[in-house]
């Protein structure tokens, strides 16, 4: 399957690094004009030099940034007809305790993986409904359909929150032409959270999840975006409301 997407405005939050970096880079290849975001200034910055792409620095958290972020992208473009979001993240947390949590802790999980979100889709959606065709790929988490690995309460309950969203938009913007689904990736070593939590496990914690999972390896950030790639194509204009799990076949 040959996927283009030449003419296509493509947003992608969480560009700086990782999955959505991957993303940006897949969408570009396939002919896209691709917009990067990030709440990390220099790491989107350079993000775009290597994709020759406009980079955006901006808290997504925030709704009137998230919709001056559509608003630009809008006037420069004269349209936008994906969105990519994989801002969010475990923002340096790691698993506690219940009692131990703190409502800064569940409120900045909550901000960063389903606030942004939710609030970039709400600047672009009227856009959308106008112009009757679009995409919105959210990238959740196998800890939003099951409990989280790293035992972080907040992060598993804002991705589950997440696929809510998902869910909830995909019946709002559907009639209007526009799919919203998700992806629920894996480990993924493609940060230092991910790779603290995978140095956690020590070596027979890792051969363990090795086994679990039916390719018996690790994914890669690309495998996240060839999925996120797939679901915004022409092809995947009948699935929506769906999370697709990219996980290797974890048992």
């Given at each position: 399957m040959d996927i283009r997407?030449?003419?296509?405005?493509?947003?992608?939050?969480?560009?700086?690094?990782?999955?959505?970096?991957?993303?940006?880079?897949?969408?570009?290849?396939a002919g896209a004009r691709v917009h990067l975001a990030d709440l990390d200034r220099e790491g989107v910055a350079a993000a775009g030099r290597d994709l020759g792409a406009p980079a955006h620095a901006a808290d997504l958290a925030d709704r009137a940034a998230?919709?001056?972020?559509?608003?630009?992208?809008?006037?420069?473009?004269?349209?936008?007809?994906?969105?990519?979001?994989?801002?969010?993240?475990?923002?340096?947390q790691v698993g506690r305790p219940i009692e131990e949590i703190t409502e800064e802790a569940w409120r900045a999980l909550f901000e960063a993986n389903v606030d942004a979100a939710f609030w970039i889709a709400q600047a672009a959606g009227p856009h959308l409904r106008q112009a009757?065709?679009?995409?919105?790929?959210?990238?959740?988490?196998?800890?939003?359909?099951?409990?989280?690995?790293?035992?972080?309460?907040?992060?598993?309950?804002?991705?589950?929150?997440?696929?809510?969203?998902?869910?909830?938009?995909?019946?709002?913007?559907?009639?209007?032409?526009?799919?919203?689904?998700g992806v629920a990736p894996g480990l993924i070593l493609t940060n230092p959270a991910t790779h603290a939590q995978w140095a956690a496990y020590g070596e027979a914690g890792q051969q363990r999840v090795?086994?679990?999972l039916h390719t018996r390896r690790l994914g890669r950030a690309e495998d996240i975006a060839a999925a996120a790639l797939f679901l915004a194509s022409e092809q995947a204009g009948w699935i929506t409301g769906q999370v697709l799990a990219v996980d290797g076949g974890r048992l």
């Open positions: 997407l030449e003419g296509r405005v493509v947003l992608v939050t969480g560009a700086a690094q990782g999955i959505g970096r991957a993303m940006a880079r897949a969408f570009a290849q998230a919709h001056a972020l559509v608003a630009e992208v809008l006037a420069r473009e004269g349209r936008l007809d994906v969105l990519a979001l994989a801002a969010g993240g475990v923002r340096g009757g065709w679009g995409r919105i790929v959210a990238i959740a988490s196998g800890a939003g359909l099951r409990p989280s690995l790293t035992g972080i309460q907040a992060y598993a309950a804002a991705k589950h929150a997440l696929i809510g969203v998902v869910r909830q938009l995909s019946w709002e913007l559907g009639p209007h032409g526009t799919t919203v689904n090795l086994e679990s």
